[in-house]
């Protein structure tokens, strides 16, 4: 009987315990679907978190807006509001021809360039302008998917602080490495308020474009912002870090402020140019502090340029700051187009201002070449003029500095100087008017102000003039002189009166 007991007594406990783990089966189903279904708990944790997160972004581009139309009201310029509709993907305008219609589109441009499409044979054009620093410029300005593209965060973020833009191409010192060699064609369009930040990294060409095998032409860079930190030499252009042979730019400007810190060449448009440059202008200022003047140079246009330089004009001010020790022979050019040149340069000026401030010690040679048009050059500088100041002031060393070319061969016609020249240095000093040194240089029909620490006056080195009688008509016809088409004009209301190129107008 007792056995029966026990028996019934166990298979009751057993359907007991059966129950109750179906039960809590049954139960933690249920849990688990609160927690995990469409309606449960972390389904709905999620969503409230993508909400939130959205609710953010929404709210941090609604406050960037705002700010964006202030920004637009205080300039006066409205920026046009994208509506590229496959953000990254470069739209297709006929056979071999490409659009960029927004920032993602520049950014994915840049990355295929590095990463070997050189777009050779190929077109692409600006859709429209584009500007970094505003949301209108972006199909989504906080997006967080472009980490394939370097850019790990918010785009907009990452692309307006910290390092910046990363440039179109490699600037490494292999030649043709991942470098744009197609047309790039801006179509009158802007790019503005481009940001790079970058300390010594291994690429030596640093600009919008590293380095350029192609065409770029119609195409203005805007309030750029370029900082750059170097212990090695570098090439640093606003525009393009290296322009190579056959390579052109043209129609092509550039405004804002290039910085470098250390070893290097600062220039607005070609950090070295090897190609042709023409119908270019440069309005940024280029500043550059060093403590090794060894390898270091400033231009507005170009840098140690083998190519012609033709309709150019710079606007912006060029400034070295140095306290250094010299180990070794050092020259020092800059020129307001270019700091030296092997070749034509012709119908360029220059209204900006440079400014050398250099503190050297040592028993080694130190040679500063400045010029307004070109601080050295081989070749021949046609139709040109100065109006830009030039101030050194350096402890010893030899200085030739003159209004047009401050020192070199290269034969000089129809040009003219007024910009003011100060020297302030306890070294060898040749300043003149048009050239420093006469030389074997043929000047011919060229003329300046005199001043008094003018030392190079001879016939041979330019004609003086009073400043009254270089605004008058009949002087921009006494410039003419020798030319087969009438290069010089004259306005009384332009360039404070002093002749201007046909081109100006």
């Known amino acids: 009987m007792k056995t029966k007991e026990l028996k019934r007594s166990k298979g009751i406990t057993l359907i007991a315990l059966v129950i109750t783990i179906i039960v809590l089966l049954i139960l933690a189903g249920v849990a688990i679907a609160t927690l995990t279904g469409d309606n449960g708990i972390l389904t709905k944790v999620q969503e409230a978190k993508k909400k939130t997160e959205q609710a953010e972004k929404n709210e941090k581009t609604n406050l ?32 071999d021809t490409y659009i960029i219609n927004s920032i993602e589109d520049l950014v994915f441009f840049a990355y295929d360039v590095t990463n070997g499409n050189n777009y050779e044979n190929k077109i692409v054009k600006l859709g429209l302008s584009l500007d970094f620093n505003s949301t209108k410029s972006y199909v989504e300005p906080f997006r967080t998917d472009y980490g394939k593209y370097g850019y790990d965060g918010e785009l907009k973020t990452l692309l307006t602080s910290g390092e910046g833009f990363m ?19 801006g179509q009158e369009n802007q790019i503005k308020n ?57 129609n092509c400007g550039i405004s804002g402020n290039i910085k470098i810190e250390g070893n290097g060449t600062g220039v607005g448009l070609a950090g070295h140019n090897m190609g042709v440059i023409q119908d270019c202008y440069n309005l940024s200022n280029i500043k550059l502090r060093t403590e090794n003047l060894d390898g270091v140079a400033l231009a507005g246009i170009a840098n140690a340029s083998t190519g012609p330089l033709k309709r150019c004009f710079n606007a912006g001010n060029l400034e070295i700051i140095s306290e250094s020790i ?41 040679d500063v070449q400045v010029g307004g048009i070109v601080g050295n050059t ?18 010893e060393g030899s200085m030739y500095i003159a209004g047009i070319s401050g020192t070199g061969s290269g034969n000089i016609r129809n040009c003219y100087n007024v910009g003011n020249i100060v020297c302030n240095s306890k070294g060898n000093l040749f300043i003149g008017g ?55 004009k004259y306005d009384k209301n332009k360039n404070e009166g002093y002749p201007i190129l046909n081109w100006q107008l």
């Open 64 to 95: 960037a807006k705002t700010e964006d139309l202030i920004n637009e009201f205080v300039n006066g310029i409205e920026v046009e509001q994208v509506t590229d509709e496959n953000a990254g993907v470069l739209e297709t305008e006929g056979v």
């Open 326 to 366: 010299l180990s070794q022979r050092t020259v020092l050019p800059v020129g307001g187009i270019s700091n030296y040149s092997e070749n034509i340069i012709e119908e360029c000026y220059n209204l900006g201002e440079i400014t050398i401030n250099v503190s050297e010690n040592g028993s080694q040679t130190f």
């Open 167 to 185: 440039p179109i191409g490699i600037g490494s010192d292999e030649v043709g490495r991942n470098s744009f060699s197609g047309t790039f064609d």
């Open 194 to 250: 481009l940001y790079i930040s970058e300390k010594d990294e291994t690429d030596s060409k640093l600009g919008f474009f590293a380095v350029n095998y192609g065409n770029i032409e119609n195409l203005k860079v805007v309030d750029v912002n370029i900082t750059r930190y170097e212990e090695e030499a570098s090439l640093t252009g606003g525009l393009v870090g290296q322009n190579r042979v056959n390579a052109t730019i043209k």
């Open 434 to 488: 048009i050239r420093c040194l006469p030389n074997n240089t043929n000047i011919t029909n060229c003329y300046y102000i005199i001043q008094d620490n003018f030392n190079n006056t001879g016939e041979e080195s330019g004609i003086i003039k009073k400043e009254d009688e270089m605004k008058q008509a009949s002087f921009a016809d006494l410039l003419n002189s020798g030319n087969d088409e009438s290069i010089w």
């Open 378 to 395: 081989t070749s021949e500088t046609l139709n040109c003029y100065n109006r830009g100041n030039i101030e050194v002031n350096t402890n």
